[in-house]
């Protein structure tokens, strides 16, 4: 069944700098993955969704890449800053229309 | 607009006891998914509606259930409750016929003793 790995370690960065995310696969490449925020007692805010046909999205300061050769997304967050500490998960359907989360990475930056 | 709304924020039982969660979708949204999430586990799938109907289930024994009301809204049950049952049940809802951006709730804190 398909899975998601997602660095479990915590992420620091410095403030200002950019921060960036993997999110890896491992079977059939699904027809789009998507990202969310998630904060401490709260449940996931949706960012961005980027579909297979499509390289890379841009949302402000976010971008994600989907490269289905490598069963790879990568989530960037460009002059980071505090506020962006947080959680972050990635998404993508298992194939037989469950939609499966990868553990998390969490995010800190530091001022 | 008002987001996705769970009940109660915070639930304590004892072991043996039955759990209802319950779930109120976007205006608009069919379709309410559920998700435990224990701690230090990422969110793992529970059940999915979509008007009306399940659409389909993750691997959790059947003392899961859950429903959905005609005005889309759900419930969650849990029967004979465990002690590893406890976690942060969260809900969220999405546009019909689409697993596309899902929007959750703050989600119930089920504390099992």
């Known amino acids: 069944s398909q899975k998601i790995e997602q660095n479990s370690e915590a992420l620091n960065i410095q403030e200002g700098k950019t921060a960036t995310l993997t999110c890896n696969y491992t079977?059939?490449?699904?027809?789009?993955l998507q990202w969310y925020r998630q904060d401490p007692g709260r449940g996931p805010v949706f960012l961005l969704l980027i579909r297979e046909n499509e390289k890379e999205k841009r949302k402000e300061r976010l971008k994600v890449t989907f490269d289905t050769t490598l069963k790879q997304s990568l989530f960037h967050i460009t002059a980071s800053q505090p506020a962006d500490s947080a959680t972050y998960l990635c998404?993508?359907?298992?194939?037989?229309?469950?939609?499966?989360f990868g553990k998390g990475t969490r995010l800190h930056i530091l001022p | 607009e008002a987001g996705v709304t769970q009940s109660p924020t915070h639930l304590i039982k004892t072991r043996g006891q039955q759990a209802t969660l319950r779930c109120s979708p976007i205006?608009?949204?069919?379709?309410v998914y559920w998700y435990q999430q224990a701690l230090g586990l990422g969110l793992q799938f529970l059940l999915w509606?979509?008007?009306?109907?399940?659409?389909n289930r993750g691997n959790f024994p059947p003392r899961f259930s859950g429903r959905q009301f005609p005005n889309y809204s759900s419930e969650l049950n849990v029967n004979a409750l465990e002690l590893e049952d406890s976690a942060l049940y969260l809900c969220?809802?999405?546009?019909?016929?689409?697993?596309?951006?899902?929007?959750f709730g703050s989600g119930t804190q089920l504390s099992v003793l």
């Open positions: 205006s608009g949204h069919t379709s």
């Open positions: 079977n059939y490449s699904p027809a789009y």
């Open positions: 509606y979509d008007e009306g109907e399940e659409r």
């Open positions: 969220a809802s999405s546009r019909t016929g689409t697993n596309e951006k899902l929007f």
């Open positions: 998404s993508l359907s298992s194939g037989d229309d469950k939609i499966i």
